[in-house]
């Protein structure tokens, strides 16, 4: 399993544009989802992965909110686009990550709920390969949950200008904030190119 995480390498003034964009009730549009993955494809998900009992018992998928950034070629969203194309220019510089092209870029927004222990819906974001990149926008709780087909392997804290990297064919999920108001992010998955680490 790859996965890679990098603190503050992106500019403190872009990293305080996204969290007040973001998280400010008069600028962002938000869609309503009412699950991480249709349930239909969950339960395709559970067999084509082989997911242990372990990890499915564990399973509590809520609602969230979505603002679709960047969909291949099109950009959806014109007032926040130009600052995530800047952090994702520092972050291919100052990482030396090899990433190619934008397949998908959207912020999600789950809001506090407490469920003990368990998660939202394993899953991958992409059928074809690719990296997946998680940018913290905001100091919070509700590790990403990163997961083979058996076990938790890794748990990353959100904290604000990290980012978590990894290929698109690992498993992943959240947990909900339970101490925090909220948690946002944005999920950016990127055409591949080979990366050997730092």
């Known amino acids: ?12 003034n872009i990293q305080d544009k996204l969290e007040k964009y973001f998280l ?15 349930y239909n494809e969950w339960l395709k998900n559970i067999s084509r992965f082989n997911l242990s009992k372990n990890l499915t ?3 509590k998928d809520e609602p969230y909110f979505v603002n679709s950034i960047v969909s291949g070629e099109k950009v959806n969203n014109k007032d926040i686009g130009p600052t995530c194309a800047e952090l994702i220019l520092q972050f291919k510089q100052r990482a030396d ?3 190619g ?7 999600n927004l789950t809001l506090q709920k407490d469920n003990g222990d368990r998660y939202n819906y394993i899953h991958i974001d992409e ?11 905001n100091d919070t709780d509700g590790n990403t949950v990163l997961c083979n087909n058996t076990d938790i392997v890794k748990e990353v804290e959100p904290k604000k ?8 064919d690992v498993l992943h999920a959240n ?15 990127m055409t591949k190119e080979v990366y050997n680490g730092n």
């Open 1 to 12: 399993m790859n996965y890679w995480i990098f603190d503050n390498i992106i500019d403190k």
């Open 24 to 38: 400010n009730s008069y600028f962002c549009p938000w869609v309503y989802h009412p699950k991480t993955v249709e």
């Open 57 to 59: 018992d564990n399973i």
């Open 97 to 99: 990550f090899p990433i």
């Open 101 to 107: 092209d934008i397949i998908r870029m959207k912020s």
């Open 127 to 137: 059928d074809t390969e690719h990296y997946s990149l998680i940018y913290y926008i």
């Open 161 to 168: 200008g990290r980012i978590l990297a990894f290929d698109g």
């Open 175 to 189: 947990r909900m904030p339970k101490n925090s108001k909220a948690r946002c992010i944005l999920n950016i998955n």
